[in-house]
């Protein structure tokens, strides 16, 4: 029996369909074998039905965009008609080309009306020639072309072979767009470089609607905050807090999309500020510029001479030119075939930040007698009182500075372009930015006495991409084609890109060295055993006198005690013990000297963090577009995966955390075994060892064996006495270390709290290269010793973007509309609360447990089953006060109340939860909180049309208007105004804009 077999059914020859549906095939079919490339021909595969073919195709378009991200450079478009300038008449096949730096980049021709359009075009000014038989050639030099908007440029060209030469007209930027495109403005490297702004994000403020007013350094778009600002340095998204710097003589262009934001664009609740770098040229160019306002020329933050106080120094280089060039026949430089970009720029400055009436210090001999004598000593009834002699500051010891003390900053920001032409129809552009930064985290609670101690903050920011366009149908390569409706300026771009932030906290001299942020010295205690005098039994053992060496890690701190351990005799009990040197403002390892007046951080705070951060972000994508008439119609795919990590541990805490948890199973006698020996007057003392407890923690097995100590020998370790070095952290358990999440640690109550916390990296800082489950966090530990250690591992954030969209642009008359949908994946990838209201699972209302709380009352009728019951207590309850459906509250009558606050009972607002009476432990030590509470993530996909337009209504004004539908975020739920919030309610939708755009700004 003959296999049946179905054939494509292909339109006939020369009609428009049959291009269109040979485009499609021409590009589908090579990207459908280069991801498989083990299927066998189309015509091979014959005998197969259809309907799998169909499925094979659409599994591998659904995988490559999976796997996808849209190359988001934002080309730009040249549009435009070509007439006799004396009769007006419109001319056919006329030649443009493109140029930019004497590099040929773009071309087209015009049709049988006159019109052209060329795209995609990047962004940038070039040198636009036109060219035609029996007509002068004509050149308007300088035309700007802007990211995702039609510049529109006709040409009237002069009849006549006698003319020779070729006509040169400047081009002149025009007051308003026609293009009104996304609400906004572009900024260009002609306006750049007449701007005093060195920076991308500066120049971006001079767009109205963007601002950096209370920020803290990024850019606000229309009153949203600075993190719902998205950036794109050439077209590869940069992460929020990620460095965005770039030398200011490789920025082409700045686009600030403050409104109307098309459908290119997701994820973005605020504006898009889409940065364009530089591109090589034909002729090799350079330059060198060095800025500076003074130079520090001595020790203290005084000594700058200069123009200003605040010595600040740039240098910036750039190169550009070809590398590669393709000859002619006669062995002549024809055409660039590889041509580079390069440009660089280092920072120094003692202070790039200046406070506005400068800075308070005290005066340096001030601070001196400080440092030499910390304490004063008062008389007092109860016997003397050892205070701060910084609480007795006088106005006259402090002084005003112009400049921020231990505030400088060090930058290096580097960009790099290398652009490959192997044909006139494809391109391959290869390039990157580096922006590393090293700061002094400007402390303003440090900086009246304890500058020095500022922390250092290191952020290096550096992206990658590879981008791959090529260009079909171009009107100049079939002049035989003369049809107006076919496709026209047709190309796809494949991106590539890939990006990595490092973010660092620490003490600039102790680094990685945790245990020496809070070293001050070591503490040598005296201890004796202690006896009841009537019975001659030991009863213990007490500490009767502590000494002090200094260490010189930390010597500003060291100071206090240095001072302290020599006010008064050693026998006149303020050196009993620990508890003794702490109650008279004595300091152990790991404590800081109490805040001047509750504002001031006192001479000798010690910096209690370290922390590094890791973000990365890898784009793979792909988009199209074509113009079908006089429709530029784009469709494009977005897979974006993002990896967060982070880790913080507050080192001061570990003294603490070491001090107790050490001998913390040595803390009974064994009455078991007993020594004894004659004391005074006839008195016979029994001794006893210390008594090994079944508690011993983690931290003290590993030091004992890190002594060479028996791990279960009864040796006392005075932890104050090690020296540093002797640490690490890796002697401590996880759970030693977390305590249960109790909160940050407090530097003067250092044993309570939560010391580290991490995810992504392990609890000792060192990053995870397995992705653990969310049960391994609760379940997974090792042995040590005959105790259990859970790892406590937590996976880093890793969100999945999906998204695709379709858009079209086109122009009626002078109206440009710009439609569009989008449509959003947002997977968190991680396990969240199944309801954020409840830490294990409750009874609902249609459980049989709950039935008997009804009293023998019938349920509310408006109560569904699935609705969560609260009850008078949560141990043994007796009546039922209410219910929960989602976020909606009801009492106990089934009547709505705006919040649970007023269920609250004497325990609070307690839910029914499930055999909490029988099985009150949660998965964790010391919480109640259950694993069985928590759900994968459900993705959240959302569908979003884009309807914007804009036309001219006046030489000085455009008129704008757009809409959209809401969405919720990719990283979270968008905080939104009351007046907006009622728009919602009432309509549903969210105006982005609709408004004309002019001097002045009028909402409608």
């Known amino acids: 029996m003959a296999t049946p077999t179905t054939q494509l059914s292909v339109p006939e020859e020369g009609s428009c369909l049959r291009k269109q549906w040979a485009f499609l095939i021409c590009t589908i079919q090579p990207l459908f074998y280069l991801y498989a490339p083990s299927l066998p021909s189309l015509h091979e595969r014959n005998t197969r039905s259809l309907m799998l073919r169909t499925l094979c195709s659409a599994t591998v378009i659904l995988i490559c965009s999976a796997l996808s991200l849209k190359a988001r450079i934002g080309s730009g478009t040249l549009q435009g008609t070509v007439k006799d300038k004396k009769s007006a008449e419109p001319l056919p096949f006329v030649s443009i080309v493109v140029e930019s730096n004497g590099t040929r980049t773009a071309g087209g021709q015009s049709d049988f009306d006159g019109n052209y359009k060329i795209s995609p075009i990047t962004p940038g000014t070039y040198d636009v020639t036109v060219s035609y038989v029996g007509y002068q050639p004509t050149k308007i030099t300088g035309v700007v072309v802007n990211s995702n908007k039609i510049t529109f440029q006709d040409f009237d060209l002069n009849s006549g072979m006698e003319l020779a030469g070729v006509e040169v007209i400047r081009y002149k930027v025009p007051l308003i767009e026609k ?38 350094g990024g850019v606000s778009i229309r009153g ?65 510029e060095y800025l500076t306002s003074g130079y520090k020329v001595g020790s203290d933050i005084t000594d700058i001479v200069g123009l200003d106080k605040y010595a600040f120094n740039q240098l910036e280089a750039s190169l550009s030119g070809p590398l590669l060039f393709k000859k002619d026949s006669l062995g002549k430089k024809d055409k660039p075939l590889l041509g580079f970009f390069i440009s660089a720029q280092a920072t120094d400055a003692v202070d790039n930040s200046p406070l506005w009436g400068g800075d308070l210090r005290v005066k340096t001999d001030v601070r001196d007698q400080l440092l030499s004598n910390p304490f004063r000593v008062l008389p007092s009834p109860n016997g003397p009182l050892v205070r701060y002699n910084s609480d007795y500051l006088h106005a006259d010891d402090i002084e ?13 920001l580097a960009s790099g372009k290398i652009d490959i032409s192997t044909t006139p129809t494809i391109n391959l552009s290869v390039g990157g930015s580096v922006d590393l930064n090293k700061d002094q985290n400007f402390n303003r609670g440090n900086s009246l006495l304890n500058a020095e101690n500022n922390s250092e903050f290191i952020n290096n920011t550096w992206r990658t991409f590879v981008r791959f366009t090529q260009r079909f149908n171009s009107r100049e390569e079939t002049m035989d084609d003369h049809e107006t409706n076919g496709i026209k300026n047709a190309y796809y771009s494949v991106q590539v890109d890939y990006s990595r932030q490092n973010q660092k906290s620490q003490d600039k001299d102790h680094g990685s060295n945790l245990f020496d942020y809070g070293y ?188 060479g100590l028996d791990p279960n020998g009864t040796d006392y370790i005075d932890v104050d006495a090690l020296d540093p070095s002797t640490f690490s952290l890796d002697m401590f358990a996880p759970d030693e270390l977390i305590q249960s999440g109790q909160g940050l640690i407090n530097p003067n109550n250092t044993g309570v709290g939560l010391i580290n916390s991490y995810y992504g990296y392990d609890y000792l800082g060192n990053k995870l290269t397995s992705r653990p489950t969310f049960e391994d966090f609760f379940d997974k530990s090792s042995r040590l010793g005959n105790d259990t250690v859970y790892s406590r591992l937590q996976a880093p954030y890793q969100p999945i973007y999906v998204a695709g969209y379709i858009m079209d642009k086109f122009a009626f008359d002078d109206i440009i509309f710009n439609v569009g949908v989008r449509v959003d994946r947002y997977d968190a990838n991680q396990s969240v609360l199944k309801d954020p209201y409840l830490w294990r699972p409750a009874y609902t209302a249609g459980d049989a447990q709950v039935q008997d709380l009804y009293n023998g009352n019938p349920r509310p009728g408006n109560i569904g089953d699935d609705y969560v ?83 001219p209504i006046s030489d000085e004004a455009v008129f704008f208007c757009a809409l959209r539908h809401p969405y919720p975020t990719a990283h979270g739920l968008r905080s939104v105004g009351p007046a907006e919030l009622r728009l919602h309610r009432e309509l549903g939708l969210r105006i982005a804009k609709c408004q004309p755009e002019a001097d002045q700004d009028h909402r409608l």
């Open 520 to 707: 001050l010295g070591k503490f040598i205690s005296t201890r004796i055993p202690t006896y009841d005098f009537l019975t001659g039994k030991q009863t213990g053992f007490q500490v009767v006198n502590v000494d002090f060496v200094p260490g010189d890690l930390n010597p500003t701190a060291s100071a206090f005690d240095e001072q302290y351990f020599n006010l008064f005799p050693t026998d006149a009990g303020f050196y009993t013990d620990f508890n003794a040197v702490s109650a008279n403002n004595g300091l152990l390892n790991g404590q800081v000297p109490d805040n001047v007046y509750s504002l001031w951080s006192n001479v000798g705070s010690l910096s209690n963090r370290y922390s590094t951060y890791q973000q990365d972000q890898i784009h793979i994508g792909a988009n199209g577009s074509a113009d079908i008439g006089k429709h530029a119609v784009s469709i494009g795919v977005d897979y974006e995966q993002l990896t967060q990590r982070s880790y913080r541990i507050n080192p001061l805490g570990l003294w603490g955390r070491a001090r107790d948890l050490a001998d913390f199973h040595l803390q009974q006698l064994d009455f078991s075994d007993s020594t004894l020996s004659p004391g005074p007057d006839g008195i016979i003392y029994t001794s006893y060892d210390r008594l090994v407890g079944a508690d011993q923690t983690t931290f003290d097995y590993n030091l004992r064996t890190a002594l």
């Open 179 to 216: 293009d009104g495109g996304a609400s906004g403005a572009t900024v260009t490297r002609d306006q750049i470089a007449k701007m005093p702004t060195r920076s991308a994000t500066s120049i971006a403020t001079t767009v109205a609607g963007a601002s950096t007013a209370g920020t803290g």
């Open 224 to 288: 949203s905050r600075s993190d719902n600002t998205y950036y794109y340095i050439d077209g590869v998204k940069v992460p929020a807090g990620a460095g965005v710097g770039l030398p200011k003589s490789a920025i082409e262009e700045v686009q600030v999309i403050t409104g109307g934001v098309p459908a290119n664009y997701g994820d973005v609740t605020g504006g898009v500020i889409n940065i364009t770098t530089r591109g090589p040229s034909r002729q090799f160019f350079g330059g060198v």
């Open 400 to 412: 005003q500075l112009d400049t921020r003390q231990n505030a400088g900053s060090r930058s290096l």
């Open 869 to 951: 019951v609260y009850v008078n207590k949560i141990e043994d309850p007796s009546s039922i006060v209410g219910y929960r459906d989602g976020d909606q509250w009801y009492n106990s009558l089934g009547e709505p109340i705006p919040d649970g606050s007023v269920l609250r009972q004497s325990e609070g607002i307690q839910p029914y939860l499930i055999d909490y009476a029988n099985d009150p432990s949660g998965s964790l030590q010391g919480s109640k909180l259950r694993k069985e509470a928590f759900e994968v993530y459900n993705p959240q996909v959302n569908v979003m049309p884009r309807i914007a337009f804009s036309f």
